[in-house]
Structures are given as structure tokens and as C-alpha cells.
């Protein structure tokens, strides 16, 4: 068996803490949890009360997750959010990496790597 060489060249990030690298390490080093007690709508019946969710962009919240950055807008419906959430994440990686497709060969021995809890439900 052969070994080669992997490079970890960009990352990106979605999470209950926020979205893009720096603004959750950011958070992660203050001492932030994206943890929060859900309304009681929507824990009606269910003994866990906290959960971590992905915050959405607003004014408050600048941290939070736009899915215009990976897919056009036109695109959401068709896609559930956690793969919206996905896409933004290799987005922001391939971005981080400043890679760029210049040939078939490059494409070939490149990889994204993604992991999601949960989704599609």
C-alpha cells in the first residue's frame, strides 16, 4: 500500500454557534454556545427544552447563515436546508483555499469532505 499526501487547504463551517470560520472561533474563544431554550411551540411535549440551531442572518445576528452564498435563491425550495447548509460550508472552504478548477486533472485530485449530524427529515 502506497501513502499520499492530504493537505487540508480551507475549511468552512455551519452551526448553532454561527456560520464562517472566523466568526465561530470568534464565539468559541469568548466562550459562546450556540445552545438555546426553544420556544414552547415547539417543545410541547418533549422533555429536552435546548437545542442548537442554526441562526439565520439578520441585523442581530451577522453570524448567521445566508443560503444565497451557496445557492441561488431561485434553488432553495428544491433543496433541503441541511444541504443548503452543506453547500455553504464547501463553499466557504474551496473559497478559503482559493482553489479553482483549471483542469480535468485538478478536479480529479481534489475532495470535499462533509459531515452533518442529522437532515432531510
Known amino acids: ?6 493537505v487540508v487547504t480551507g475549511m ?4 448553532p454557534l454561527g456560520c464562517r470560520v472566523e466568526a465561530v472561533w470568534s464565539r468559541l474563544l469568548r466562550g459562546q454556545s ?9 417543545t410541547e411535549g418533549i422533555a429536552s427544552k435546548v437545542a442548537g440551531v442554526v441562526p439565520s442572518l439578520t441585523p442581530d445576528c451577522p453570524w448567521g447563515f445566508d443560503p444565497a452564498l451557496a445557492v441561488e ?3 432553495h425550495k428544491k433543496m433541503d436546508r ?8 464547501a463553499q466557504e472552504a474551496l473559497h478559503q483555499a482559493r482553489w479553482q478548477s ?3 486533472s485538478a478536479r480529479d485530485r481534489t475532495a470535499t469532505i462533509v ?3 442529522v437532515g432531510g427529515f
Open 115 to 117: 459531515a452533518s449530524g
Open 82 to 89: 441541511f444541504s443548503l447548509f452543506a453547500l455553504a460550508a
Open 34 to 42: 450556540g445552545l438555546a431554550t426553544l420556544p414552547e411551540e415547539v
Open 73 to 75: 435563491p431561485k434553488d
Open 102 to 104: 483549471d483542469s480535468d
Open 12 to 15: 468552512g463551517i455551519v452551526s
Open 1 to 6: 500500500m502506497t501513502t499520499r499526501r492530504i
